[in-house]
């Protein structure tokens, strides 16, 4: 199985309850010691094998060059790396901020799945997960980008599903609301406070609650594909509806 963005959140939630399950793993992330520490720590404690590649999904030669040198087949891609970069309006937004959730969250997952798609086709078989969002079913004020980044995945989940029709492939995204990791934290480009607001009296979904429902999605039934999946805390009801302890 290879994950995108296991240095933290969603990705190394998935890693740990897949290594759990006894899957080999391939991490990858930008950030080199995190995921040596995460891979030291799976090597101690299960019987699995894991190699980490430290690289930017946006440089599509990086992509191609730690998918070209995994030796065995790639079963599953958990297609994890994302982010939100700022929460401002369309006229003041800023360009760089727009430039890194494109690049990353449309181009990143399309230059992985496009590099390992080509080998799950020659073996007719695997599993792309893509993570889609609420964000990918409904827009909100100062999303316009970010939502727009996780429409186009789940465009691209329903396209590369269709591509793929006639072969044992399987495509699938999961969808989650609010969940509490590093996410908030990066869209408000470091800023603590910010962050802790946005799950401020409410319980938001855990990384390990979405690492649980990929492990599901990968261990249907081989003629089991589930398209999408949206997660929510039961405090959210939509991209904006949320209820908190204090209302
Ligand atoms: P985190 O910030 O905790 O994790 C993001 C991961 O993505 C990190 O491992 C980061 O690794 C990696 N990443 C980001 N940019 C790049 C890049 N350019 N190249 C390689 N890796 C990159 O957030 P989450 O775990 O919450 O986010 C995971 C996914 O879940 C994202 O796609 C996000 O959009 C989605 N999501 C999150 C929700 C939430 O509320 N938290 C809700 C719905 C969807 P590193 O910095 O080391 O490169
Ligand atoms: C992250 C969830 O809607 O809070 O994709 O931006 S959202």
New binding site residues.
Partial sequence: MLI?????????AAAKIFAEFGSNLIL????KE?LEALSETLLKKHQVQVETHS????SREDCKKCVDSIKGPIDILLN?????SGLDPIQSADFSDWD?MI???IK?LLNMTRFVSVQMKARNEGHIIN?????GHEAYPGGSVYCAT?HAVKAITQAAKMDLSGTNIRVSSV????????????RFHGNKQKAEKVYDNLK??T?EDIAEIILFVANRPPHVNILDTIVLPVAQSSATIVHRSDQ
């Avoid at 995108?4 to 190394?12: N, P, Q, R």
């Avoid at 993570?131 to 964000?135: E, K, P, Q, T």
């Fill in positions: 995108t963005g296991a240095t933290s959140g969603i990705g190394e990858t992330g930008r950030r995190r690289f930017d999904v946006r994890n790396a994302g982010l939100a890194a690049d990353t969250n990143g993570i889609g969002s609420i964000a996780k969808s989650p609301g609010l969940v509490d990791t590093e996410f908030s934290e990066v938001p979904l990384a």
